[in-house]
T-cell receptor, first 116, second 109 residues
Framework: GAVVSQHPSWVICKSGTSVKIECRSL??????MFWYRQFPKQSLMLMAT?????????EQGVEKDKFLINHASLTLSTLTVTSAHPEDSSFYIC????????????FGPGTRLTVT | GIQVEQSPPDLILQEGANSTLRCNFS?????LQWFHQNPWGQLINLFY???GTKQNGRLSATTVATERYSLLYISSSQTTDSGVYFC???????????FGTGTQLKVEL
């Protein structure tokens, strides 16, 4: 149980284009999903908290207009990197907590974004 | 905000050896998670352990919340144990997680 998927697993895009990453909870309902960013050989940094049906809460220093987050249902959250630049290249990971069960977070397999 | 430090930062073991990884945190917490990030980047939940000791096969974890640390024990290590081990604690009054600095483990034959 508690499986989280992400799509795509990797993507290459050209500078200036937008990329959408999907995060799905496959066997549970997730009222809250989180988006993280990880640079090589570094720890995970929280970008934003996404609650179903409401606006995402962004961490300090994260550009809301660049990283658009939508949590339209209890099983799906999306992250759109708009007008991507090479410095946006990174490993993006989502996680989810099971509604009403506990605060334990379950993580997706990650999406590796390369902007050329 | 809360600081989470892990030690050692790097560890190389021979297959079959035992090891202890440590996670120190700077403030009181009401839960803690341990993860293993495999070489492909997937984070695997190991333990959700607010306090006390839990065991799962060759792995066990102990959290002493009053002294602000947690330990992860790996016994009879295998090459598949290689990867990065993270601890993470809740922050900001909600269920957001702050991740530790990580321990890079390599298990050699």
């Amino acid at each position: 149980g508690a499986v989280v998927s992400q799509h795509p697993s990797w993507v290459i895009c050209k500078s200036g284009t937008s990329v959408k990453i999907e995060c799905r909870s496959l066997d549970f309902q997730a009222t809250t999903m989180f988006w993280y960013r990880q640079f090589p050989k570094q720890s995970l940094m929280l970008m934003a908290t996404s609650n179903e049906g409401s606006k995402a809460t962004y961490e300090q220093g994260v550009e809301k207009d660049k990283f658009l987050i939508n949590h339209a249902s209890l099983t799906l959250s999306t992250l759109t990197v708009t007008s991507a630049h090479p410095e946006d290249s990174s490993f993006y990971i989502c996680s989810a907590t099971e509604a009403g069960i506990s605060y334990e977070q379950y993580f997706g397999p990650g999406t590796r974004l390369t902007v050329t | 905000g809360i600081q989470v430090e892990q030690s050692p930062p790097d560890l190389i073991l021979q297959e079959g050896a035992n090891s202890t990884l440590r996670c120190n945190f700077s403030d009181s917490v009401n839960n803690l998670q341990w993860f293993h990030q495999n070489p492909w980047g997937q984070l695997i939940n190991l333990f959700y352990i607010p306090s006390g000791t839990k065991q799962n096969g060759r792995l066990s974890a102990t959290t002493v919340a009053t002294e602000r640390y947690s330990l992860l024990y790996i016994s009879s290590s295998q090459t598949t144990d290689s990867g990065v081990y993270f601890c993470a604690v809740p922050t900001g009054g909600g269920n957001k997680l702050t991740f530790g600095t990580g321990t890079q483990l390599k298990v050699e034959l």
